[in-house]
Protein backbone atom coordinates (compact mmCIF):
# COMPACT_ATOMS: atom_id res chain seq x y z
CA UNK A 1 0.00 0.00 0.00
CA UNK A 2 1.63 3.59 -0.43
CA UNK A 3 1.88 6.10 2.43
CA UNK A 4 -1.13 5.68 4.61
CA UNK A 5 -1.23 9.24 5.54
CA UNK A 6 -0.77 10.46 1.99
CA UNK A 7 -2.95 8.26 0.51
CA UNK A 8 -5.72 9.55 3.64
CA UNK A 9 -4.69 13.15 2.90
CA UNK A 10 -5.15 12.92 -1.32
CA UNK A 11 -8.79 10.96 -0.86
CA UNK A 12 -10.69 12.84 2.41
CA UNK A 13 -11.75 16.22 2.46
CA UNK A 14 -9.70 18.45 4.94
CA UNK A 15 -12.99 18.49 7.40
CA UNK A 16 -12.99 14.26 6.57
CA UNK A 17 -9.10 14.14 7.18
CA UNK A 18 -9.36 15.67 10.75
CA UNK A 19 -11.88 13.85 11.99
CA UNK A 20 -10.12 10.36 11.00
CA UNK A 21 -6.79 11.98 12.28
CA UNK A 22 -8.61 12.94 15.47
CA UNK A 23 -8.72 9.03 16.20
CA UNK A 24 -5.31 8.72 16.28
CA UNK A 25 -5.14 4.85 15.84
CA UNK A 26 -2.53 3.27 13.37
CA UNK A 27 -4.87 0.08 12.83
CA UNK A 28 -7.78 2.18 12.12
CA UNK A 29 -5.79 4.69 10.01
CA UNK A 30 -4.16 1.31 7.89
CA UNK A 31 -7.91 -0.23 7.33
CA UNK A 32 -9.52 3.18 5.87
CA UNK A 33 -6.55 3.56 3.83
CA UNK A 34 -6.81 0.08 2.49
CA UNK A 35 -10.69 0.16 2.27
CA UNK A 36 -10.46 2.99 -0.11
CA UNK A 37 -6.93 1.51 -2.36
CA UNK A 38 -9.05 -1.20 -2.61
CA UNK A 39 -13.11 0.05 -3.25
CA UNK A 40 -12.44 3.25 -4.84
CA UNK A 41 -15.44 5.62 -3.76
CA UNK A 42 -15.54 9.07 -4.66
CA UNK A 43 -16.10 10.52 -1.27
CA UNK A 44 -15.33 9.04 1.90
CA UNK A 45 -17.66 10.23 4.87
CA UNK A 46 -16.41 10.25 8.54
CA UNK A 47 -19.50 10.54 10.55
CA UNK A 48 -19.14 11.44 14.32
CA UNK A 49 -21.72 11.27 16.87
CA UNK A 50 -22.91 14.82 16.23
CA UNK A 51 -26.75 15.32 15.45
CA UNK A 52 -25.73 16.96 12.44
CA UNK A 53 -24.10 13.94 11.28
CA UNK A 54 -25.98 11.19 12.66
CA UNK A 55 -28.83 13.32 10.52
CA UNK A 56 -26.95 12.67 7.48
CA UNK A 57 -27.11 9.37 7.65
CA UNK A 58 -30.72 9.11 8.32
CA UNK A 59 -30.98 11.83 5.45
CA UNK A 60 -29.17 10.28 3.08
CA UNK A 61 -30.41 6.54 3.34
CA UNK A 62 -33.93 7.85 1.91
CA UNK A 63 -31.70 9.87 -0.84
CA UNK A 64 -30.15 7.03 -2.46
CA UNK A 65 -33.35 5.65 -2.77
CA UNK A 66 -31.88 2.61 -0.13
CA UNK A 67 -35.31 3.71 1.52
CA UNK A 68 -38.40 5.16 1.22
CA UNK A 69 -40.41 6.97 3.44
CA UNK A 70 -43.84 5.58 4.75
CA UNK A 71 -47.18 7.86 5.75
CA UNK A 72 -45.79 7.52 9.92
CA UNK A 73 -43.71 10.23 10.21
CA UNK A 74 -39.93 8.91 10.78
CA UNK A 75 -40.84 5.22 9.32
CA UNK A 76 -39.05 4.30 6.23
CA UNK A 77 -38.98 1.04 4.55
CA UNK A 78 -35.79 -0.96 2.56
CA UNK A 79 -36.19 -4.10 0.26
CA UNK A 80 -33.22 -6.50 -0.24
CA UNK A 81 -33.33 -8.84 -3.80
CA UNK A 82 -35.09 -12.06 -3.75
CA UNK A 83 -32.14 -14.16 -3.10
CA UNK A 84 -30.76 -11.73 0.08
CA UNK A 85 -33.67 -12.36 2.45
CA UNK A 86 -31.63 -14.10 5.22
CA UNK A 87 -28.22 -15.26 6.76
CA UNK A 88 -26.40 -16.99 3.98
CA UNK A 89 -24.56 -20.42 5.62
CA UNK A 90 -23.12 -20.87 1.96
CA UNK A 91 -21.61 -17.63 1.30
CA UNK A 92 -20.10 -17.24 4.80
CA UNK A 93 -16.71 -18.71 5.19
CA UNK A 94 -13.70 -18.09 8.16
CA UNK A 95 -10.71 -17.12 6.10
CA UNK A 96 -8.37 -19.96 8.05
CA UNK A 97 -4.32 -19.80 7.44
CA UNK A 98 -2.59 -22.47 5.98
CA UNK A 99 -1.29 -23.33 9.51
CA UNK A 100 -4.37 -23.48 11.48
CA UNK A 101 -6.99 -25.89 11.63
CA UNK A 102 -11.04 -25.09 12.74
CA UNK A 103 -13.76 -27.68 13.82
CA UNK A 104 -14.86 -29.32 10.71
CA UNK A 105 -18.65 -28.52 11.18
CA UNK A 106 -17.37 -24.32 10.69
CA UNK A 107 -18.08 -23.14 6.77
CA UNK A 108 -14.45 -22.32 5.86
CA UNK A 109 -11.38 -22.11 3.80
CA UNK A 110 -7.99 -21.20 2.90
CA UNK A 111 -6.88 -17.31 3.97
CA UNK A 112 -5.38 -16.21 0.63
CA UNK A 113 -7.48 -17.73 -1.34
CA UNK A 114 -10.26 -16.84 0.41
CA UNK A 115 -8.88 -12.81 0.59
CA UNK A 116 -7.75 -12.91 -3.29
CA UNK A 117 -11.50 -14.02 -4.17
CA UNK A 118 -13.47 -11.22 -1.81
CA UNK A 119 -10.76 -8.51 -3.00
CA UNK A 120 -11.48 -9.25 -6.30
CA UNK A 121 -15.21 -8.50 -5.60
CA UNK A 122 -14.99 -5.73 -4.22
CA UNK A 123 -12.20 -4.11 -5.94
CA UNK A 124 -13.60 -0.54 -7.33
CA UNK A 125 -17.13 -1.48 -6.09
CA UNK A 126 -17.39 1.81 -4.60
CA UNK A 127 -16.65 4.00 -7.76
CA UNK A 128 -18.93 7.02 -8.06
CA UNK A 129 -20.13 6.22 -4.30
CA UNK A 130 -19.85 7.73 -0.76
CA UNK A 131 -17.75 5.71 1.50
CA UNK A 132 -19.31 6.22 5.42
CA UNK A 133 -16.96 5.63 7.91
CA UNK A 134 -18.58 4.88 11.18
CA UNK A 135 -17.34 4.52 15.27
CA UNK A 136 -19.57 2.35 17.11
CA UNK A 137 -18.49 0.22 20.44
CA UNK A 138 -20.59 -3.44 21.54
CA UNK A 139 -21.50 -3.07 24.61
CA UNK A 140 -22.09 -0.32 26.36
CA UNK A 141 -18.93 2.50 25.34
CA UNK A 142 -16.33 2.95 27.94
CA UNK A 143 -17.29 0.15 29.58
CA UNK A 144 -14.96 -3.05 30.78
CA UNK A 145 -17.76 -5.05 28.71
CA UNK A 146 -16.90 -2.25 25.12
CA UNK A 147 -16.00 -3.78 21.86
CA UNK A 148 -14.75 -0.91 19.71
CA UNK A 149 -15.90 -1.55 16.06
CA UNK A 150 -15.53 0.74 12.82
CA UNK A 151 -17.59 0.13 9.78
CA UNK A 152 -16.77 1.04 6.41
CA UNK A 153 -19.98 0.58 3.95
CA UNK A 154 -21.26 2.39 0.94
CA UNK A 155 -24.63 1.83 2.12
CA UNK A 156 -26.21 4.51 3.60
CA UNK A 157 -29.12 2.20 4.82
CA UNK A 158 -26.04 0.08 6.99
CA UNK A 159 -24.95 3.05 8.33
CA UNK A 160 -28.49 3.98 9.76
CA UNK A 161 -29.57 0.66 10.84
CA UNK A 162 -26.36 0.65 12.86
CA UNK A 163 -26.87 4.09 14.20
CA UNK A 164 -30.26 2.11 16.08
CA UNK A 165 -28.54 -0.83 17.03
CA UNK A 166 -25.33 0.06 18.22
CA UNK A 167 -23.31 2.68 20.70
CA UNK A 168 -22.57 5.24 18.78
CA UNK A 169 -18.54 6.37 19.89
CA UNK A 170 -16.41 8.29 18.03
CA UNK A 171 -16.31 10.53 21.08
CA UNK A 172 -14.23 7.40 22.96
CA UNK A 173 -12.27 6.47 20.03
CA UNK A 174 -10.74 10.12 19.50
CA UNK A 175 -9.65 8.81 23.34
CA UNK A 176 -8.22 5.54 21.65
CA UNK A 177 -4.64 4.02 22.44
CA UNK A 178 -2.48 4.45 18.96
CA UNK A 179 -1.68 0.78 19.23
CA UNK A 180 -5.27 -0.41 20.36
CA UNK A 181 -6.41 -3.39 18.33
CA UNK A 182 -10.58 -3.00 17.09
CA UNK A 183 -12.61 -4.60 14.60
CA UNK A 184 -13.01 -3.38 11.11
CA UNK A 185 -15.29 -4.46 8.95
CA UNK A 186 -15.87 -3.51 5.03
CA UNK A 187 -19.10 -4.00 3.06
CA UNK A 188 -19.90 -2.57 -0.09
CA UNK A 189 -23.31 -3.59 -1.90
CA UNK A 190 -21.95 -4.21 -5.13
CA UNK A 191 -23.47 -3.20 -8.49
CA UNK A 192 -27.42 -2.05 -7.59
CA UNK A 193 -30.54 -2.06 -9.36
CA UNK A 194 -32.45 1.08 -10.69
CA UNK A 195 -34.50 -0.20 -7.33
CA UNK A 196 -31.12 0.19 -5.28
CA UNK A 197 -30.98 -4.06 -5.10
CA UNK A 198 -27.71 -5.68 -5.18
CA UNK A 199 -27.68 -7.24 -8.58
CA UNK A 200 -24.52 -9.86 -7.94
CA UNK A 201 -26.04 -11.81 -5.39
CA UNK A 202 -24.69 -15.28 -6.46
CA UNK A 203 -21.03 -13.33 -6.03
CA UNK A 204 -22.56 -12.68 -2.43
CA UNK A 205 -19.51 -13.13 0.11
CA UNK A 206 -19.09 -12.68 3.75
CA UNK A 207 -15.29 -13.42 4.45
CA UNK A 208 -13.74 -13.59 8.10
CA UNK A 209 -10.53 -12.85 8.53
CA UNK A 210 -10.07 -13.34 11.96
CA UNK A 211 -6.53 -13.45 12.02
CA UNK A 212 -6.65 -9.42 11.25
CA UNK A 213 -10.08 -9.19 12.74
CA UNK A 214 -11.51 -8.22 9.80
CA UNK A 215 -14.54 -8.87 8.02
CA UNK A 216 -15.26 -8.43 4.38
CA UNK A 217 -19.30 -8.54 2.54
CA UNK A 218 -19.96 -7.87 -0.67
CA UNK A 219 -22.83 -7.96 -3.07
CA UNK A 220 -25.14 -8.35 -0.26
CA UNK A 221 -27.45 -5.76 1.53
CA UNK A 222 -29.59 -8.25 4.43
CA UNK A 223 -28.49 -7.00 7.55
CA UNK A 224 -27.12 -10.60 9.10
CA UNK A 225 -24.99 -9.91 6.35
CA UNK A 226 -23.82 -6.53 6.13
CA UNK A 227 -24.27 -4.70 9.64
CA UNK A 228 -20.46 -5.96 11.05
CA UNK A 229 -21.43 -5.22 14.56
CA UNK A 230 -24.46 -8.35 14.44
CA UNK A 231 -23.07 -11.35 13.22
CA UNK A 232 -20.08 -10.18 11.80
CA UNK A 233 -18.51 -9.08 14.87
CA UNK A 234 -19.67 -11.77 16.98
CA UNK A 235 -17.70 -14.39 15.44
CA UNK A 236 -14.43 -12.38 16.14
CA UNK A 237 -15.76 -11.04 19.87
CA UNK A 238 -16.31 -15.27 20.63
CA UNK A 239 -12.27 -15.03 19.69
CA UNK A 240 -11.92 -12.46 21.54
CA UNK A 241 -13.75 -13.43 24.95
CA UNK A 242 -11.84 -16.84 24.59
CA UNK A 243 -8.21 -15.17 24.77
CA UNK A 244 -9.65 -12.90 27.31
CA UNK A 245 -11.95 -15.43 29.57
CA UNK A 246 -15.09 -14.12 28.79
CA UNK A 247 -18.07 -15.27 27.10
CA UNK A 248 -20.03 -13.38 23.99
CA UNK A 249 -23.43 -15.77 23.42
CA UNK A 250 -26.55 -15.74 20.85
CA UNK A 251 -28.53 -14.96 23.91
CA UNK A 252 -31.43 -12.17 24.96
CA UNK A 253 -31.73 -10.61 28.63
CA UNK A 254 -34.10 -9.37 30.17
CA UNK A 255 -35.96 -8.66 34.07
CA UNK A 256 -38.55 -10.62 34.95
CA UNK A 257 -40.60 -9.61 38.26
CA UNK A 258 -41.18 -12.11 40.87
CA UNK A 259 -43.22 -11.47 44.04
CA UNK A 260 -43.10 -8.45 45.96
CA UNK A 261 -41.51 -6.67 42.51
CA UNK A 262 -38.11 -8.19 42.74
CA UNK A 263 -36.57 -8.26 39.74
CA UNK A 264 -34.41 -11.46 38.45
CA UNK A 265 -32.29 -11.23 35.43
CA UNK A 266 -32.73 -14.41 32.78
CA UNK A 267 -31.07 -14.39 29.55
CA UNK A 268 -31.61 -17.06 26.75
CA UNK A 269 -30.39 -19.06 23.60
CA UNK A 270 -32.72 -19.42 20.72
CA UNK A 271 -31.68 -20.23 16.96
CA UNK A 272 -32.97 -17.67 14.82
CA UNK A 273 -36.88 -17.17 14.96
CA UNK A 274 -37.49 -19.68 17.28
CA UNK A 275 -39.02 -17.24 20.17
CA UNK A 276 -35.68 -14.97 21.68
CA UNK A 277 -37.36 -11.66 20.74
CA UNK A 278 -40.91 -12.65 21.86
CA UNK A 279 -39.35 -14.10 25.06
CA UNK A 280 -37.24 -10.75 25.42
CA UNK A 281 -40.10 -8.88 25.03
CA UNK A 282 -42.77 -10.44 27.51
CA UNK A 283 -45.35 -7.77 28.66
CA UNK A 284 -45.10 -6.78 32.09
CA UNK A 285 -41.35 -7.70 32.42
CA UNK A 286 -38.32 -5.02 31.42
CA UNK A 287 -36.13 -5.69 28.33
CA UNK A 288 -32.40 -5.51 28.42
CA UNK A 289 -31.39 -7.08 24.70
CA UNK A 290 -32.90 -9.16 22.43
CA UNK A 291 -29.45 -10.78 20.73
CA UNK A 292 -26.26 -10.91 21.99
CA UNK A 293 -24.90 -10.67 25.87
CA UNK A 294 -21.75 -10.54 27.36
CA UNK A 295 -20.89 -12.21 30.00
CA UNK A 296 -18.26 -11.75 32.57
CA UNK A 297 -16.90 -12.20 36.07
CA UNK A 298 -17.11 -9.21 38.23
CA UNK A 299 -16.26 -9.69 41.97
CA UNK A 300 -17.48 -12.78 42.21
CA UNK A 301 -20.30 -12.06 40.30
CA UNK A 302 -22.06 -13.17 36.89
CA UNK A 303 -22.33 -10.14 35.37
CA UNK A 304 -24.36 -9.51 31.85
CA UNK A 305 -24.85 -6.40 29.22
CA UNK A 306 -26.52 -6.41 25.91
CA UNK A 307 -23.83 -5.93 23.39
CA UNK A 308 -26.23 -3.80 21.30
CA UNK A 309 -28.69 -1.00 21.79
CA UNK A 310 -31.70 -1.63 19.52
CA UNK A 311 -33.89 -4.78 17.95
CA UNK A 312 -33.56 -6.02 14.56
CA UNK A 313 -36.72 -8.18 14.80
CA UNK A 314 -38.41 -10.38 12.99
CA UNK A 315 -41.88 -8.81 12.08
CA UNK A 316 -43.92 -12.00 11.00
CA UNK A 317 -46.79 -12.54 13.85
CA UNK A 318 -46.07 -9.24 15.49
CA UNK A 319 -49.47 -8.69 16.46
CA UNK A 320 -51.27 -6.41 18.88
CA UNK A 321 -52.54 -8.42 20.87
CA UNK A 322 -49.49 -10.43 21.45
CA UNK A 323 -46.91 -7.35 21.48
CA UNK A 324 -48.97 -4.62 22.52
CA UNK A 325 -45.31 -2.30 22.94
CA UNK A 326 -43.77 -3.23 19.56
CA UNK A 327 -46.95 -2.56 18.11
CA UNK A 328 -47.58 0.68 19.62
CA UNK A 329 -43.90 1.55 18.27
CA UNK A 330 -44.69 0.31 14.77
CA UNK A 331 -47.71 2.61 14.73
CA UNK A 332 -47.18 5.57 16.01
CA UNK A 333 -44.32 8.07 14.96
CA UNK A 334 -40.20 8.00 15.57
CA UNK A 335 -37.43 6.23 13.66
CA UNK A 336 -38.14 2.64 13.05
CA UNK A 337 -36.82 0.83 9.42
CA UNK A 338 -38.89 -1.58 8.07
CA UNK A 339 -37.16 -4.63 5.74
CA UNK A 340 -38.91 -6.66 3.03
CA UNK A 341 -42.48 -6.30 4.38
CA UNK A 342 -45.34 -5.26 2.12
CA UNK A 343 -46.04 -1.39 0.99
CA UNK A 344 -49.45 -0.24 -0.24
CA UNK A 345 -50.29 3.71 0.00
CA UNK A 346 -47.49 4.00 2.07
CA UNK A 347 -48.28 1.56 4.94
CA UNK A 348 -46.42 -1.21 5.75
CA UNK A 349 -48.14 -4.51 6.17
CA UNK A 350 -46.64 -8.03 7.14
CA UNK A 351 -47.57 -12.11 7.88
CA UNK A 352 -49.39 -13.03 10.69
CA UNK A 353 -49.98 -9.27 11.76
CA UNK A 354 -53.96 -10.18 12.52
CA UNK A 355 -55.42 -7.54 10.22
CA UNK A 356 -56.77 -7.65 6.99
CA UNK A 357 -53.46 -7.29 4.50
CA UNK A 358 -53.88 -5.73 0.75
CA UNK A 359 -54.67 -8.01 -2.40
CA UNK A 360 -51.51 -5.75 -4.03
CA UNK A 361 -48.44 -3.60 -3.74
CA UNK A 362 -44.90 -3.44 -3.43
CA UNK A 363 -42.93 -5.99 -1.64
CA UNK A 364 -39.26 -7.72 -2.39
CA UNK A 365 -40.41 -9.06 -5.29
CA UNK A 366 -41.25 -5.85 -6.54
CA UNK A 367 -44.74 -5.29 -7.66
CA UNK A 368 -46.67 -7.70 -5.99
CA UNK A 369 -50.43 -8.86 -6.15
CA UNK A 370 -52.13 -12.33 -4.72
CA UNK A 371 -50.91 -15.54 -6.52
CA UNK A 372 -47.75 -13.82 -7.97
CA UNK A 373 -45.42 -16.60 -8.16
CA UNK A 374 -41.51 -16.82 -8.39
CA UNK A 375 -39.44 -18.52 -11.17
CA UNK A 376 -39.98 -21.76 -9.75
CA UNK A 377 -43.84 -21.26 -9.92
CA UNK A 378 -44.02 -21.04 -6.41
CA UNK A 379 -46.59 -18.60 -4.87
CA UNK A 380 -44.89 -15.55 -3.40
CA UNK A 381 -46.01 -14.86 0.32
CA UNK A 382 -47.25 -10.80 0.84
CA UNK A 383 -44.05 -10.48 2.67
CA UNK A 384 -40.95 -12.30 3.29
CA UNK A 385 -41.26 -14.51 6.46
CA UNK A 386 -38.08 -13.20 7.67
CA UNK A 387 -39.24 -9.63 6.79
CA UNK A 388 -37.86 -6.91 9.69
CA UNK A 389 -38.11 -3.81 11.53
CA UNK A 390 -35.05 -1.92 13.42
CA UNK A 391 -36.19 0.24 16.24
CA UNK A 392 -33.78 1.09 19.54
CA UNK A 393 -34.60 -0.14 22.09
CA UNK A 394 -35.08 3.23 24.38
CA UNK A 395 -37.90 3.67 22.34
CA UNK A 396 -39.54 0.94 23.57
CA UNK A 397 -41.67 1.36 26.84
CA UNK A 398 -40.14 -1.54 28.91
CA UNK A 399 -36.76 -0.96 28.41
CA UNK A 400 -34.22 -1.89 31.09
CA UNK A 401 -32.90 1.36 33.17
CA UNK A 402 -29.83 -1.05 33.65
CA UNK A 403 -28.83 -1.18 29.71
CA UNK A 404 -26.31 1.44 29.65
CA UNK A 405 -24.62 0.42 33.36
CA UNK A 406 -21.06 -0.05 32.73
CA UNK A 407 -20.59 -3.07 34.60
CA UNK A 408 -23.83 -4.89 33.73
CA UNK A 409 -26.69 -6.28 35.80
CA UNK A 410 -26.07 -9.97 37.59
CA UNK A 411 -27.45 -12.97 36.36
CA UNK A 412 -29.54 -15.50 38.09
CA UNK A 413 -30.60 -17.48 34.66
CA UNK A 414 -29.72 -18.71 31.55
CA UNK A 415 -32.33 -20.30 29.23
CA UNK A 416 -31.88 -22.81 25.99
CA UNK A 417 -34.37 -23.48 23.58
CA UNK A 418 -35.05 -24.66 20.17
CA UNK A 419 -37.67 -25.83 17.58
CA UNK A 420 -37.96 -29.40 18.95
CA UNK A 421 -41.28 -31.45 17.79
CA UNK A 422 -40.82 -34.48 19.14
CA UNK A 423 -38.69 -34.86 22.55
CA UNK A 424 -38.51 -32.09 24.91
CA UNK A 425 -40.70 -31.00 27.10
CA UNK A 426 -41.77 -27.21 27.58
CA UNK A 427 -39.82 -25.93 29.97
CA UNK A 428 -37.23 -27.97 32.87
CA UNK A 429 -34.67 -26.76 35.08
CA UNK A 430 -30.87 -28.75 35.23
CA UNK A 431 -29.62 -30.30 37.99
CA UNK A 432 -26.53 -28.04 38.08
CA UNK A 433 -24.94 -25.77 36.17
CA UNK A 434 -22.53 -28.33 33.98
CA UNK A 435 -25.68 -30.66 33.60
CA UNK A 436 -27.48 -28.02 31.73
CA UNK A 437 -24.98 -26.69 29.44
CA UNK A 438 -24.20 -30.28 28.15
CA UNK A 439 -28.11 -31.48 28.00
CA UNK A 440 -29.87 -28.02 27.25
CA UNK A 441 -27.11 -26.13 25.06
CA UNK A 442 -24.51 -28.33 23.73
CA UNK A 443 -27.50 -30.87 23.15
CA UNK A 444 -29.84 -28.37 21.59
CA UNK A 445 -31.23 -29.82 18.68
CA UNK A 446 -33.36 -27.67 16.28
CA UNK A 447 -35.32 -27.06 13.11
CA UNK A 448 -33.82 -24.60 10.47
CA UNK A 449 -35.93 -21.76 9.61
CA UNK A 450 -36.43 -19.24 7.38
CA UNK A 451 -33.98 -16.39 8.69
CA UNK A 452 -31.60 -18.95 7.27
CA UNK A 453 -31.52 -19.39 3.36
CA UNK A 454 -32.24 -23.38 2.70
CA UNK A 455 -34.32 -25.40 3.11
CA UNK A 456 -37.13 -24.96 6.41
CA UNK A 457 -37.66 -27.59 9.08
CA UNK A 458 -34.69 -30.25 8.61
CA UNK A 459 -33.56 -30.94 12.26
CA UNK A 460 -29.98 -30.09 13.20
CA UNK A 461 -27.91 -29.61 16.14
CA UNK A 462 -27.18 -26.28 16.76
CA UNK A 463 -25.07 -25.83 19.58
CA UNK A 464 -26.51 -23.00 22.10
CA UNK A 465 -27.66 -21.59 19.14
CA UNK A 466 -24.79 -20.47 18.54
CA UNK A 467 -22.92 -22.66 16.19
CA UNK A 468 -22.49 -20.50 13.04
CA UNK A 469 -21.01 -17.57 14.72
CA UNK A 470 -18.64 -20.04 16.52
CA UNK A 471 -14.90 -19.21 15.23
CA UNK A 472 -13.12 -21.33 17.97
CA UNK A 473 -13.17 -24.90 18.16
CA UNK A 474 -16.56 -25.96 19.17
CA UNK A 475 -15.15 -28.23 22.15
CA UNK A 476 -13.36 -25.12 23.48
CA UNK A 477 -16.16 -23.14 23.34
CA UNK A 478 -18.33 -26.13 25.15
CA UNK A 479 -15.21 -26.26 27.66
CA UNK A 480 -15.03 -22.20 28.28
CA UNK A 481 -19.02 -22.68 29.39
CA UNK A 482 -18.52 -25.33 31.43
CA UNK A 483 -15.77 -23.44 33.16
CA UNK A 484 -16.71 -20.22 33.43
CA UNK A 485 -18.67 -20.06 36.40
CA UNK A 486 -15.67 -21.00 38.36
CA UNK A 487 -15.26 -18.49 41.07
CA UNK A 488 -18.99 -17.78 40.98
CA UNK A 489 -20.81 -18.20 44.60
CA UNK A 490 -23.73 -18.79 42.89
CA UNK A 491 -24.17 -19.46 39.41
CA UNK A 492 -26.99 -18.73 37.30
CA UNK A 493 -29.58 -21.65 36.97
CA UNK A 494 -30.18 -23.21 33.46
CA UNK A 495 -33.25 -24.14 32.05
CA UNK A 496 -33.88 -25.99 28.81
CA UNK A 497 -36.91 -24.78 27.03
CA UNK A 498 -38.91 -25.52 23.90
CA UNK A 499 -42.17 -23.90 22.65
CA UNK A 500 -42.38 -26.16 19.48
CA UNK A 501 -43.06 -29.12 21.27
CA UNK A 502 -46.00 -31.02 19.32
CA UNK A 503 -48.72 -33.64 19.72
CA UNK A 504 -49.31 -36.92 18.15
CA UNK A 505 -51.58 -35.13 15.71
CA UNK A 506 -48.75 -33.13 15.07
CA UNK A 507 -50.84 -30.08 16.60
CA UNK A 508 -48.53 -27.89 19.22
CA UNK A 509 -48.74 -29.00 22.59
CA UNK A 510 -48.64 -24.96 23.57
CA UNK A 511 -50.28 -21.95 23.15
CA UNK A 512 -47.85 -18.95 21.93
CA UNK A 513 -48.19 -16.97 25.08
CA UNK A 514 -47.51 -20.21 27.46
CA UNK A 515 -43.90 -19.22 27.37
CA UNK A 516 -44.78 -16.00 29.94
CA UNK A 517 -45.51 -18.80 32.61
CA UNK A 518 -42.39 -20.80 32.12
CA UNK A 519 -40.31 -17.82 32.41
CA UNK A 520 -42.09 -17.06 35.35
CA UNK A 521 -41.73 -20.41 36.97
CA UNK A 522 -37.96 -19.89 36.48
CA UNK A 523 -37.78 -16.52 38.76
CA UNK A 524 -39.78 -18.70 41.40
CA UNK A 525 -37.27 -21.71 41.57
CA UNK A 526 -34.16 -18.93 41.45
CA UNK A 527 -35.22 -17.68 44.50
CA UNK A 528 -36.80 -21.40 45.90
CA UNK A 529 -40.05 -20.20 46.12
CA UNK A 530 -41.32 -23.21 44.61
CA UNK A 531 -40.67 -27.14 44.27
CA UNK A 532 -40.04 -29.44 41.43
CA UNK A 533 -40.41 -32.70 40.28
CA UNK A 534 -36.78 -34.88 39.31
CA UNK A 535 -37.04 -36.70 35.91
CA UNK A 536 -34.79 -38.38 33.88
CA UNK A 537 -33.60 -35.03 32.23
CA UNK A 538 -34.07 -32.66 34.33
CA UNK A 539 -36.94 -31.21 37.08
CA UNK A 540 -39.81 -30.31 35.92
CA UNK A 541 -42.88 -27.78 37.36
CA UNK A 542 -45.34 -29.41 39.26
CA UNK A 543 -48.81 -28.90 38.44
CA UNK A 544 -49.90 -26.93 41.95
CA UNK A 545 -47.40 -24.48 40.88
CA UNK A 546 -48.25 -23.62 37.67
CA UNK A 547 -51.99 -23.46 38.23
CA UNK A 548 -51.31 -20.62 39.95
CA UNK A 549 -49.47 -18.61 37.88
CA UNK A 550 -51.45 -19.58 34.33
CA UNK A 551 -53.91 -17.73 36.32
CA UNK A 552 -51.52 -14.67 37.15
CA UNK A 553 -50.32 -14.45 33.82
CA UNK A 554 -53.48 -15.01 31.80
CA UNK A 555 -56.43 -15.70 34.25
CA UNK A 556 -56.51 -19.12 32.85
CA UNK A 557 -57.64 -22.50 34.45
CA UNK A 558 -54.64 -24.83 33.26
CA UNK A 559 -55.94 -28.42 33.26
CA UNK A 560 -54.30 -31.70 34.25
CA UNK A 561 -54.83 -32.65 30.89
CA UNK A 562 -52.74 -30.04 29.09
CA UNK A 563 -50.04 -30.53 31.93
CA UNK A 564 -49.72 -34.32 31.42
CA UNK A 565 -49.77 -33.60 27.48
CA UNK A 566 -47.06 -31.27 28.04
CA UNK A 567 -44.98 -32.91 30.31
CA UNK A 568 -45.00 -36.24 29.59
CA UNK A 569 -41.16 -37.39 29.36
CA UNK A 570 -41.23 -39.03 26.08
CA UNK A 571 -38.75 -41.41 26.65
CA UNK A 572 -37.72 -42.90 23.09
CA UNK A 573 -37.88 -39.35 21.79
CA UNK A 574 -35.23 -38.84 23.94
CA UNK A 575 -33.40 -41.45 23.39
CA UNK A 576 -33.18 -40.82 19.67
CA UNK A 577 -32.25 -37.26 20.70
CA UNK A 578 -29.12 -38.55 22.74
CA UNK A 579 -28.07 -41.05 20.00
CA UNK A 580 -28.04 -38.12 17.31
CA UNK A 581 -26.26 -35.74 19.78
CA UNK A 582 -23.64 -38.04 21.11
CA UNK A 583 -22.88 -39.04 17.36
CA UNK A 584 -22.83 -35.01 16.27
CA UNK A 585 -20.59 -34.93 18.81
CA UNK A 586 -18.34 -38.02 17.95
CA UNK A 587 -18.22 -36.97 14.94
CA UNK A 588 -18.24 -33.03 14.84
CA UNK A 589 -16.50 -31.95 17.78
CA UNK A 590 -13.24 -33.59 17.85
CA UNK A 591 -11.84 -33.28 22.10
CA UNK A 592 -15.81 -32.53 23.19
CA UNK A 593 -15.59 -32.34 26.72
CA UNK A 594 -15.99 -35.61 28.89
CA UNK A 595 -18.19 -34.24 30.80
CA UNK A 596 -20.57 -34.32 27.68
CA UNK A 597 -20.48 -38.26 27.24
CA UNK A 598 -20.48 -38.40 30.74
CA UNK A 599 -23.83 -36.24 31.10
CA UNK A 600 -25.42 -38.01 28.08
CA UNK A 601 -25.01 -41.42 29.39
CA UNK A 602 -26.31 -40.74 32.97
CA UNK A 603 -29.36 -39.38 31.61
CA UNK A 604 -29.61 -42.15 29.15
CA UNK A 605 -29.15 -44.77 31.70
CA UNK A 606 -31.94 -42.85 33.93
CA UNK A 607 -34.19 -42.65 30.86
CA UNK A 608 -33.67 -46.54 30.65
CA UNK A 609 -34.43 -47.18 34.38
CA UNK A 610 -37.90 -45.03 34.33
CA UNK A 611 -38.74 -46.79 31.29
CA UNK A 612 -38.58 -50.00 32.97
CA UNK A 613 -40.48 -48.97 35.84
CA UNK A 614 -43.40 -46.32 33.97
CA UNK A 615 -42.83 -47.03 30.63
CA UNK A 616 -42.39 -45.58 27.26
CA UNK A 617 -44.29 -42.46 28.09
CA UNK A 618 -44.36 -41.28 31.86
CA UNK A 619 -47.22 -39.13 32.94
CA UNK A 620 -45.50 -36.13 35.45
CA UNK A 621 -47.50 -37.13 37.78
CA UNK A 622 -46.10 -40.97 37.98
CA UNK A 623 -42.21 -39.29 39.11
CA UNK A 624 -43.66 -36.64 41.47
CA UNK A 625 -44.99 -39.49 43.77
C1 LIG B 1 -30.71 -12.51 13.88
C2 LIG B 1 -30.31 -13.87 13.49
O1 LIG B 1 -31.08 -11.70 13.04
O2 LIG B 1 -29.81 -14.59 14.34
O3 LIG B 1 -30.66 -12.23 15.08
O4 LIG B 1 -30.51 -14.22 12.32
MN1 LIG C 1 -29.80 -13.71 16.33
Known sequence: MTNVNELLKEKLTAENYDRLMAVDNTRIHEFVADAIELTGPETVFVCTDSEEDVKRVRKMAVESGEERPLETPGHTYHFDGPSDQGRDRQATKYLVPETETLSKALNQMERKEGLAEVRGLLKDSMKGRAMILRFLSLGPAGSVFSVPCVQA???????????????????????????????????????????????????????????????????????????????????????????????????????????????????????????????????????????????????????AVNAEAGIFGIIQNVKEKDDPMIWDILHNPGEVIFGNILVKDKKPYWLGMGEETPDDGVNFSGQWHKGKKDANEKEIPLAHKNARYTVTLTALANCDPELENPVGVPLSGVMYGGRDPKASVPVQQ??????????????????????????????????????????????????????????????????????????????????????????????????????????????????????????????????????????????????????????????????????????????????????????????????AE
Open 153 to 303: TDSWYVAHNEDLLYRTAYEQFCKIEKDKNVFCFLHSAGELSEDMISVDVKNKRIYMDYTRDTVYSVNTQYGGNTMGLKKLALRLTIRQADAEGWLAEHMFISGVYGPGGRKTYLAGAFPSACGKTSTAMLPGETILGDDIAYFRKINGEFR
Open 430 to 623: AFDWAHGIVSYGASLETETTFAIIGEEGVMEINLMSIQDFLAIPLARYIRNNIDFVQGIDRPPLVFGVNYFLRDKEGKFTNDVPDKHVWVKWMELRIHGDVGAITCPTGQIPRYEDLVPLFKEVFDKEYTKEDYVKQFTIRVPENLAKIERVEKYHRENVPGSPQEVYDTLEATQKRLNEAREKYGDYISPFDL
